[in-house]
Nanobody, 117 residues
Framework: QVTLVESGGGLVQPGGSLRLSCAAS????????MAWFRQAPGKQRELVAS???????NYIDSVKGRFTLSRDNAKNTVSLQMNSLKPEDTAVYYC???????????WGQGTQVTVSS
C-alpha cells in the first residue's frame, strides 16, 4: 500500500512558477513509475509528465520546456517544477504511482493550481 500526499498548489499569475511535491509512504518507492496528471473543469484527466524507476521522463507536448519532473528516491518524493505557467494549466493536479503496468496503481488527493491575473 502506498499513500501519496501532494502539496504546492495555489494561485499564480500567468508567467509565474509553482513547484508541486508528492510525498509517498510505503516501501519500494524507487520501483514505481511516478506521474502527475491534471483535470480541468469539464475535461478528462490527462497525463502531464511521468518518470520511470530508472529516471526516464516523458511530458505532454503542451508542457515541454516549461515543466520539469524529478524524483528523490532517498526521500520518497517526486516534484514537478512548473515555469511560464499559462491559464490553460489551471486544473487539479494529481500524483500517481504505478507498478507492474498498473497492477498496483495509487492516487493522491489532488492539489489545485490556478493560473489567473
Amino acid at each position: 500500500q502506498v499513500t501519496l500526499v501532494e502539496s504546492g498548489g495555489g494561485l499564480v499569475q500567468p508567467g509565474g512558477s509553482l513547484r508541486l511535491s508528492c510525498a509517498a509512504s510505503g516501501s519500494r518507492f524507487s520501483l514505481y513509475t511516478m506521474a502527475w496528471f491534471r483535470q480541468a473543469p469539464g475535461k478528462q484527466r490527462e497525463l502531464v509528465a511521468s518518470i520511470t524507476s530508472s529516471g526516464y521522463t516523458n511530458y505532454i507536448d503542451s508542457v515541454k520546456g516549461r515543466f520539469t519532473l524529478s524524483r528523490d528516491n532517498a526521500k520518497n518524493t517526486v516534484s514537478l517544477q512548473m515555469n511560464s505557467l499559462k491559464p490553460e494549466d489551471t486544473a487539479v493536479y494529481y500524483c500517481n504511482a504505478k507498478y507492474g503496468g498498473g497492477v498496483l496503481n495509487y492516487w493522491g488527493q489532488g492539489t489545485q493550481v490556478t493560473v489567473s491575473s
